[in-house]
């Protein structure tokens, strides 16, 4: 099974590190930290890796400590903390290399202690001190507000011939302004929410609402009709000025009728 492929594999660069200098503990984090039910046959490793003061250089410079656990088919450093990775099995990975008083001022998702040098004592290092929540809006004036202008301004691009920024405003700003109300919305099911991405596994954490998303996600060459289904959902959930409402229609009219003139 590919999850457990997975948990070996960080299991693997723990005992690796055990013989590098340098390396003072291995940091699981997401579906390979405290959140394993959740690991699939989709899953991959992030991790971190701390190291003692002046080898942070060494370990993002020099893969061979990966390397010696498993050939790798590709990586390239995406930060100046670390890099990406695709194993030559098919296994990728991203990781982050810290010394012990950079975690005090980086945000992360609590995460689980796979590998630590046995001098290494700060057994609270997969807690972070800054917390990242996941922005729960109070009240859907704000959002819901913003979704509008979103489809407004999304189909006014759309209907000039901007049809790429039309996508992103009414399939994508205006999506996401939805999903930070949701709560307020529907009961949501307890299943991993991630305060670094709110749409992650949204079809579990609300079904309901997961049952529209493809309505209001039709593409590139459907915009007007997604901003319609978007329209029809805020209706549904609150008291929509009539003004914006019909403008929202009008736009969408205008952009399906120059659809059916070409």
Sequence with gaps: MRDQLLLNRLDDIGKNLAQT???LLLLGLGSVGIEVERLDAYSDIDFFVIVKPGFKPRFIDQLDWLEAVHPLGYSFQN????HKILFEDGIYGEF????????????YSEGRIVW??????????????QKTDVVRPETM?????EALTNLYVGLCRYARGEKLSGVKFVETSAVDNIISILHLVEQENDYFPDVFGNERRVEKR??????????MMQGYENVPASALEILAY???????????SNEIKRLSTICQQEKSDL
């Design 96 to 107: 982050a290399i810290f010394e012990e008083q950079e975690m005090t001022s980086i945000a």
């Design 234 to 244: 805020i209706e549904k959930i609150y008291p929509v000025n009539q003004q914006m």
């Design 141 to 145: 004036d704000y959002a819901l507000n």
């Design 21 to 23: 200098e340098g390396a």
């Design 206 to 215: 609300f079904p309901e609402f997961a049952k529209r998303i493809g309505n």
């Design 116 to 129: 630590q040098d046995a001098l290494f004592t700060n057994l609270n290092i997969g807690t972070p001190r």
């Design 79 to 82: 930060t100046k903390d670390g």
